[in-house]
């Protein structure tokens, strides 16, 4: 992955306002879905941009519509990629290896 050279503000916008929206550490995923609209709308208004336009914009809001949509939510995405294989990066390497026949622990399941 390939990270341009404006990245770096965007990122640190992002991540400085999203610790104003919720100083602590996130306790549900609600919180986090507060703290990542903070931090997209940022980026927003540091690269004057929105969705659409490809860029991490591209990423972040549809993390946040699924952070907004609740633990059911978040369960059904996540077991959309147990049979996924990754074909980039160094899993890439694996041949194939790397597909899973059970999800990750969600937080709930682990005691998170």
Do not use: F
């Amino acid at each position: 992955m390939k990270v341009g050279g404006a990245s770096g503000p965007l990122y640190g916008s992002a991540l400085v306002a999203m610790g104003k929206a919720n100083p602590q550490m996130p306790r549900n995923h609600a919180e986090a879905a507060t703290m990542l609209a903070a931090g997209i709308d940022a980026v927003k208004a540091r690269g004057k941009s929105d969705a659409g336009a490809k860029t991490m914009l591209h990423v972040l809001i549809p993390v946040h519509a699924v952070l907004s949509g609740g633990l059911a939510k978040i369960r059904q995405t996540a077991s959309t990629t147990i049979a996924r294989l990754n074909r980039g990066g160094r899993c890439w390497m694996s041949s194939g290896r790397t597909r899973s026949d059970r999800a990750l622990p969600l937080c709930g399941d682990s005691g998170c």
